[in-house]
């Protein structure tokens, strides 16, 4: 095929005029059954580099992506140019995905999104056999490279796929952010002769800023002044999900229109916001790393972080969404160098510990055993285990084996010890890639010049479009009235604990802080470690205050209060205050049954759970039934035994349980 013959098809099908040249040279390549490796900057229209040839292919083309949003964004574009796609994830209900496969298999799609994560699902792998595939598509391809800044296990899996498929059958991976190491560790793994397009990464169309702080204050107070002063809409990126609720809900008491956006969310949430984004209903979006990639938005003005990436890949990512139309875009980063204890955090914790491998080693040694098993016999989060079980399977230590339709895990006699070299490499890699990211915080020239270079692209231009290149540099003032408003924002705003569960009476109920970021956690810590006696005045002060703003004038028949597993008696000292002050009865015959660890011990929710079953009772149940019950504790964590305390009391007859705590813990929530 001619570009001519191309470009009227894609006239016709697209409704697009032309092709960029490396997009034609992509394409072309790919319609010749050849192998590519496309890295592209943001914007620059990877996606039509397979959907083109998708279309003219007889077959049906696999695209394995990691990401939902982009999934179902393109699934709408493509159905609406009369092309047909559908996409395969875990937000579908499983009927709706085997009559997805079912489809497929009958060559009724044309262009199919799929998650890399379905390629440990039997079903799926059976149906890849059924499907004329015409050509397999890696989006977001530096996931399958260790050396890239989101590496994914189950990406690995696709090398699999790729490696049976015929001579000749085209296959494309695509990225946006790639270093020479990762672009060579992507061919290698896909193999056979691939082809590398590389483009330029430069934006042209950026204002590129730095902004220095000293406390998390003086960024809340600078967004709170300054943020609706910025052209169009945007997002706003935070370091949590915690970071996400605080922001939102400081905007929202400065009636600046904002919602947050993470991964804790449900799907319909999710799609939600995303719908909203695309629509402007916002003036930014408050969000972890959950969302922006994928997000096909042309007119995103401004991007600004919070938080320091691990990066520069991914702060190009990242910014990345921002200004697609080539129209300028503000780019704004804050940085405390006390910021950069988060990213740390997220290196050294990305490969466990040594000592976790072999909790995990020893386990299977003993049985064959399942991811959950795993998790209860090890007590390790369940992303630990799946980066443990991925690596010892890579080494041979460990494999898969079906029993019936359970994957279990068991151990390879005679293997090689575990190689912990590798590891070492990488984290010494990533912490290299942290401290390059703080050099671009800290570089006194070109801002864009510096990513360029640091993602391997040498090419020759001179950028005047940053702080330190001609852009006027971005100060924070912060004055008494600005400090006062953070502080009555402060006072006033109280995380709520979502408890709710199915077949239970008990409701949301409020926390007073968060432990961490205010003096709540430091006072907290005095009484409960330290010898500090009972719990402050000020703690009741701020506790009845939340109580009053999520409650209001409730009445309930009886406070409870969770009985201590190493506290002696600071809650129910604490709860009897409460008791006296809203003149509602206590009770003290909420008891335990049976001795339980501290929760902070565990690592996972099983086991959280698995501690405090069965472990409470009301020893005067009559005194229960028909009751509203205000249940007390210091600290809220999972949830789980507020929650298990929810179900004693439920099935004594308690027509509604509200639970109300000193502090939340910010917990390992991430993205």
């Given at each position: ?6 470009e ?10 032309k ?5 034609w040279?992509?394409?072309d ?7 590519v490796l ?5 914007g ?7 959907q083109f040839?998708?279309t ?10 990691p990401l ?13 140019l ?7 994830n ?6 709706e ?9 009958q ?14 699902n039997?079903?799926w ?8 595939l ?7 391809a ?19 796929l ?17 270093t ?14 691939i ?26 107070i ?10 169009g ?18 905007f929202?008491?400065?009636k600046i ?22 629509s ?12 922006g ?24 990512q ?16 804050f940085y ?10 997220f290196?050294?914790?990305?490969r ?28 390790l ?5 799946r ?6 399977i ?61 993602l ?21 003032s912060?004055?008494?009235e600005?400090?006062?408003k ?6 006033d ?13 008990i409701v ?7 432990y ?31 109580y009053?703003?999520?409650?209001g ?8 209060y969770?009985p ?24 003290h ?11 902070k011990?565990?690592?996972n929710g ?20 028909g ?16 929650k ?13 349980i509200?639970?109300i705590?000193?502090?939340r ?7």
């Open positions: 095929m001619t570009r001519q013959e191309a009227t098809i894609l006239q016709r099908t697209f409704k697009l005029p092709f960029y040249d490396e997009q040279l992509t394409i390549k790919i319609l010749k059954g050849e192998k496309l890295i592209e900057k943001t620059f229209g990877k996606s039509l580099c397979f040839p998708a003219v292919f007889n077959g049906t083309t696999v695209i394995f992506s939902i949003a982009l999934m179902r964004d393109q699934v709408k574009k493509l159905t609406a009369g092309i047909s796609a559908k996409c395969i875990s937000e579908q209900t499983s009927e995905n085997t009559q997805i496969i079912n489809e497929a298999k060559g009724k799609i044309k262009i199919l999104y799929i998650a890399p994560e379905r390629q440990e039997s079903e792998i059976e149906a890849t056999r059924q499907m004329n015409s050509m397999v598509v890696v989006d977001e530096h996931c399958i490279s260790v050396w890239g800044h989101d590496f994914r296990p189950t990406f690995k899996r696709i090398i699999n790729v490696k049976l498929l015929p001579k000749g059958l085209p296959v494309l991976a695509t990225t946006a952010t790639a020479k190491r990762v672009e060579l560790d992507v061919a290698q793994q896909i193999g056979n002769n082809s590398t397009i590389r483009g330029n990464l430069m934006r042209d169309n950026f204002k590129l800023f730095v902004v220095k702080v000293s406390s998390e204050d003086e960024k809340l600078w967004l709170g002044k300054n943020l609706n002063n910025l052209p809409s945007g997002i706003l990126y935070t370091g949590t999900r915690v970071d996400t609720e605080i922001y939102s809900k400081w929202e008491n400065l229109s904002s919602t947050a956006y993470n991964a804790g969310l449900d799907a319909d949430s999710r799609i939600a916001i995303e719908n909203g984004l695309m402007n209903k916002w003036k930014c979006i408050i969000s972890t790393n959950a969302l990639m994928g997000i096909d938005k042309p007119d995103i003005r401004f991007i600004i972080h919070t938080q320091i990436p691990q990066s520069p890949i991914h702060y190009y990242e910014i990345g969404r921002a200004g697609r139309d080539g129209q300028p875009s503000y780019i704004i980063l405390n160098p006390e910021d950069r204890k988060l990213p740390e955090a290196i050294e914790g990305g466990p510990a040594i000592k976790k491998y072999e909790r995990v080693i020893n386990a299977v040694k003993s049985e064959l055993l399942g991811e959950r098993d795993l998790m209860k016999r090890t007590n989060k369940q992303n630990q285990i980066v443990i079980k991925a690596d010892l890579e080494q041979g230590i460990i494999r898969e084996v079906m029993i019936g339709k359970s994957k279990k895990f068991e151990f390879v006699p005679n293997s090689q010890p575990l190689n912990t070299e590798a590891f070492e490499e990488l984290r010494n890699a990533k912490l290299a890639d942290l401290e390059n990211m703080i050099a671009y915080v800290e570089t006194d020239k070109s801002r864009m010049k510096f990513l360029c270079d640091y391997g692209d040498n090419s020759n231009h001179t950028f005047n479009n940053c702080d330190n290149t001609g852009e006027k540099k971005i100060t924070v912060v004055t008494s600005w400090t006062k953070l502080q009555n924002f402060r006072e705003y109280f995380p709520e604990l979502e408890v709710e569960s199915k077949g239970l009476n949301n109920g409020v926390a007073a802080s968060y961490g970021v205010s003096n709540v956690g430091a006072a907290l810590h005095r009484s409960k470690y330290e010898k500090g006696g009972d719990f402050p005045d000020f703690l009741l002060k701020l506790v009845l205050k939340a009053r703003k999520k409650f004038q409730e009445k309930f028949d009886l406070i409870l969770v201590p597993t190493s506290s002696g008696d600071l809650v129910r000292n604490f709860a009897v205050k409460i008791s006296q002050v809203l003149k509602f009865p206590i009770s015959n909420l008891v335990k049954v049976r001795q339980t660890k501290e929760q011990v565990f690592e099983y086991l959280k759970t698995d501690n405090v079953r069965g472990a409470f009772t009301f020893s005067t149940p009559n005194d229960i039934k009751k509203s019950v205000l249940l007390i504790d210091d600290i809220f964590d999972s949830g789980a035994t507020v298990e305390i929810g179900r004693v009391l439920t099935n004594f007859g308690a027509v509604k509200a639970p705590v000193i502090a813990t910010v917990g390992g929530d991430i993205v």
